[in-house]
Each structure stands twice: as structure tokens, then as C-alpha cells.
């Protein structure tokens, strides 16, 4: 079975739409995205973020800056927007200018507007089992497996990388669902073998096709995080850390690239931006 996250993230922003359409007042949630430099990547996924902001009824707004921008004028951005009570949510698009130190950023956003999840008081609440924001792309993922699976509880996971974005959040949700959990990185010996056990597999390590057919048992569930470009002659492609051609009909369940966690993960973005506009008008 293929996990259709493009029709996923269709009804999860129809969801957000309504919710936003039925708010007990006038005000809207606002997003401000803050985009540094010309990372060609970053450039699509931001004018994604703001197309979908506009459907569900999110005042979305981008600042840019060119790669110039000093640490502490970028900090000042923040705080302004920190005290503007028409944002909720700051999103700052990484990655960011080598200059720029992206912890001393991070931890500049107000936590509550922190629609990334990704200030240590977010992560430290996930981990603690608070209530917390989630990073955008593990809870996208999050909502595909139980899209096909209800229950996790008792099932064994493997995460393969270990990001603060990625690898480290999805292992917190699946925790936080009862699965045993194993991360496999770089320094893993024998991740083969481990993948083999798995029920679930999240790949979120930055190598192409790196999961191959025989690396995972058929009633295994597979979730791809993988965006590598793959160059030819006079073309590219964009492909995910799983063998999804060879592996799509061997498995119970997968997600494509595009058209896998890539959609959740914007719809997740704007589910957070609700969340901290409804925090912040102490609507929950
Ligand atoms: N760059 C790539 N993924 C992300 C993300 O989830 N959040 C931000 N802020 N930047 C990114």
C-alpha cells in the first residue's frame, strides 16, 4: 500500500480551514516566515508555505534578508516579531549563513510561537511528555503511520539518523505510542540487520535510495523523510532515502517521494501555527 500524504495533508488542512473558519473570534493566525539568503531549496519550500498558509486562512508573511545579515540584527528581527501580537507563529528557515550561530536563533523565538518545536523548552517538554510543539516534519510523520496503523503500541521502530529536526523529535513520538525504539546513525554497525527487525521504519538519513529490498520484512511499515536531488546529464531528480521502486510492493506500507511526508509537513506547520494562536488567545 502506498501512504498518499498528499491526500493526507489535503484533509488534515480542510480540517485546519474549518477550525479556523469556526473560531470564537475575529482575529486570524499569522505566520511569519524569515528567509535567509538564496538556498534554492528553502526558496520552494517557503513559497509552499505561504501558498497553503493562504488556503487555510493563515496571514502569512515572509521577511527576507540576503546572507549578509548580522547574528544580532536578525536577533532583533525576532524580538520585534516576538512582541508583535499579530504573529503566533516565527518560522526561521534553515539553513542558516555560516556566520550565524542557528542555537543562539533558535533560542531568541518566544517558545509559544515557536511553530518549529525546535527551542530547548519544546524539546524538553516533548521529552517529558508535556504538552509541547512538535517539529513539523516527525508529527507529519507521525500522522501518516497512524494513518495505517491505530495502535503502535508494542511495535519495534527504527529511526534511522539522529537530528534535532528529524531523527530525535520521531523518536519522542514513538516513544510517547509505546513502540520500542532503536536510532541507527552513521556509526551504526550492521544497520541492515537492524531494519530487518523492524515493524516501522522512519529514514531520515540524507542518502539516496539507501534502504533497500532486503533490508526490511513484508509487513513493514516504511516512512521516507529523504529529499536528495539526484543530478544526470541534463536533468534531476528528486528521490528519498528508501529504494521506493523496488521496495513498493514488498512492504505494507510506504510513502513516495514527493508526495509522502513533504505535503505533512507543511500541513503541520500551519496545525502548529492554529495551536500557538489558540495558546496564545487562551482558546484552549
Ligand atoms: N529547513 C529544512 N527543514 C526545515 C524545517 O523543518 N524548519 C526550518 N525552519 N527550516 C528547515
Redesign the pocket.
Known amino acids: 500500500m502506498i501512504i498518499d500524504g498528499k491526500q493526507i495533508a489535503q484533509q488534515l488542512r480542510k480540517k485546519i480551514k474549518k477550525n479556523i473558519q469556526d473560531l470564537p473570534i475575529d482575529d486570524k493566525p499569522g505566520l511569519t516566515v524569515i528567509l535567509i539568503g538564496q538556498h534554492p531549496?528553502?526558496q520552494i519550500?517557503v513559497k509552499n508555505k505561504e501558498k497553503f498558509a493562504k488556503e487555510v486562512g493563515i496571514n502569512s508573511n515572509v521577511i527576507k534578508f540576503n546572507d549578509e545579515i548580522s547574528e544580532l540584527d536578525l536577533k532583533n528581527q525576532i524580538e520585534i516579531l516576538n512582541r508583535d501580537s499579530s504573529v503566533h507563529g516565527i518560522?526561521?528557515?534553515?539553513?542558516l549563513p555560516a556566520h550565524i550561530n542557528q542555537k543562539n536563533i533558535i533560542e531568541t523565538i518566544d517558545p509559544v510561537k515557536d511553530v518549529?518545536g525546535?527551542h530547548p523548552i519544546n524539546v524538553g517538554n516533548l521529552s517529558s511528555g508535556n504538552d509541547a510543539m512538535i517539529?513539523?516534519?516527525p508529527l507529519g510523520c507521525y500522522y501518516l503511520i497512524k494513518n495505517v496503523v491505530e495502535n503502535l503500541s508494542g511495535m519495534s521502530a527504527v529511526v534511522i539518523g539522529r537530528s534535532n529536526?528529524n531523527g530525535k523529535p520521531m523518536t519522542q513520538l514513538l516513544l510517547r505510542e509505546n513502540c520500542t525504539v532503536t536510532i541507527v546513525h552513521s556509526k551504526t554497525k550492521n544497520i541492515k540487520a537492524i531494519c530487518k527487525e523492524a515493524d516501522l521504519i522512519v529514514a531520515a538519513a540524507g542518502k539516496a535510495k539507501m534502504v533497500k529490498k532486503d533490508w526490511v520484512k513484508e509487513t513493514a511499515i516504511i516512512i521516507d523523510v529523504g529529499i536528495n536531488k539526484i543530478i544526470s546529464e541534463d536533468n534531476y531528480k528528486i528521490v528519498g532515502d528508501v529504494d521506493f521502486d523496488n521496495l513498493k510492493d514488498n512492504v505494507n506500507g510506504i510513502t513516495p517521494v514527493p508526495g509522502g511526508v513533504g505535503p505533512m509537513?507543511i500541513a503541520c506547520?500551519l496545525e502548529n501555527t492554529l495551536k500557538s494562536f489558540k495558546k496564545i488567545k487562551k482558546l484552549t
Not at 91 to 95: A, C
Open positions: 531549496a528553502s519550500y518560522l526561521v528557515q534553515l539553513p518549529d525546535f517539529p513539523c516534519t529536526i509537513t506547520l
